[in-house]
């Protein structure tokens, strides 16, 4: 594949807004989760989650625009906005949008629903109808500045990010469009974190455990969820200058999986991170560190440990970021850009919430920071159902 530089980065994460704020979440190894407050949990075992709390979406956005986006859309704009401001200068016209989120506006279904059955089809909110759907964002983010290349989002659970990066790119190499914003989104809500957490998901505190996402440890006993905005700027040229280089890609489908499970046999993971670093025309020697999708269920990370330690004979050093700002959408392109901050740095982060490891795993994630000479970095997203995207970043153009 053509190396394809990312030129812009955009953060509105749980502890962070902006890439600078963010790079001091990762360089502090604590997560950004804590106690919810939004809704009532009592019922629940799960109680914390990555929430954004200090977001104010007028200094991103003009007032009459704000009233027509919910959440999810200031996240997703916001977000864009400040890759844009990072890259330096403003997107042609001809640019693509391509957003990912896992469960889009679910609250904005809610609401409309909700006033729906009270009030009537005749009084409910247009506006409410027209933001129920998952590429809300995306359209928000085309419209605000201007882009008129394609337009589109994925859903594809923990995967959605790195998909939506995967068709952009594609896009970009065929000459189709000359640059796009990419990203990831995804809000925290009573409905969603109900139904994790009752079908089992979410890290809760057991007997001497408390309630910590604990990524590739063997106590871990579920995710935590999280919320957010994410989004880079991948372009045709690098202009000025880039962050690093995305360099391939390699996808894959586990038929053993089921639609909340991801599956039970690592090869499909084993070709997803083969064809990405084939497509990269590197070899399993040049990766220098792997950036997992590990988000602290128990099965979803030995798939990954055991499908690592089947295609590389010697591990390189893996890092763990789910364990900061929570899995899904957003959480995937958060991991994304700390991968291609630790490029930039030539820094590996530490794995948030990892202690102890598993006795069959032959690697250890890091523990702490690690300053290393990193020049390929493979970054793997496995969703529940069974879809796997890896993609290879690396620090040179050629």
Request: charged share 20%; with cysteine.
């Amino acid at each position: 594949m053509t190396r394809l530089p990312i030129t812009g980065i955009g953060v509105i994460a749980p502890g962070a807004i902006g890439v600078d704020a963010f790079s001091k979440v990762l360089d502090s190894g604590k997560t950004a989760a804590s106690t919810i407050d939004r809704f009532d949990t009592t019922p629940l075992r799960a109680h914390t989650a990555a929430l954004v709390r200090d977001f104010a979406p007028k200094e991103f956005i003009a007032p009459m625009k704000l009233r027509r986006m919910n959440n999810l859309s200031r996240f997703g704009v916001a977000a864009a906005r400040l890759a844009m401001t990072d890259r330096g200068s403003p997107l042609s016209s001809a640019a693509g949008v391509a957003m990912g989120t896992a469960f889009g506006p679910v609250q904005t279904s809610v609401d409309y629903l909700q006033e729906y059955v009270e009030k009537g089809a005749a009084l409910a909110p247009p506006q409410l109808f027209a933001e129920s759907v998952a590429n809300a964002p995306g359209s928000h983010a085309g419209i605000e500045f201007g882009l008129r290349g394609f337009n589109i989002t994925v859903t594809q659970r923990e995967s959605s990010a790195l998909a939506a990066l995967m068709y952009a790119c594609s896009q970009i190499a065929k000459g189709m469009v000359p640059a796009a914003v990419v990203g990831g989104i995804d809000e925290v809500n009573e409905i969603v974190f109900g139904v994790l957490d009752r079908v089992g998901s979410l890290a809760h505190a057991n007997g001497m455990i408390d309630e910590c996402a604990r990524p590739f440890d063997r106590r871990h006993n579920g995710m935590l969820v999280g919320e957010g905005g994410a989004a880079v700027i991948a372009e045709a040229s690098a202009g000025l200058g880039a962050y690093a280089f995305v360099s391939g890609f390699g996808i894959a489908r586990d038929a053993t999986a089921t639609i909340s499970d991801w599956g039970e046999g690592p090869d499909a993971v084993v070709a997803a991170m083969r064809a990405a670093i084939e497509d990269a025309e590197l070899s399993v020697h040049n990766i220098d560190a792997i950036y997992a999708s590990a988000n602290a269920t128990a099965r979803a990370d030995r798939l990954e440990w055991r499908a690592i330690q089947s295609l590389f004979s010697d591990v390189p050093p893996v890092v763990a970021t789910k364990g900061y700002f929570g899995e899904y959408a957003a959480g995937g392109a958060l991991q994304l850009i700390a991968a291609i901050l630790a490029l930039k740095d030539q820094a590996l982060h530490a794995s948030a919430g990892f202690g102890e490891k598993d006795p069959e795993m032959r690697f250890t994630p890091t523990r702490e920071p690690l300053k290393r000479e990193l020049r390929n970095v493979l970054v793997n997203s496995i969703s529940a159902g069974g879809g796997i995207v890896c993609a290879v970043l690396s620090r040179e153009a050629a």
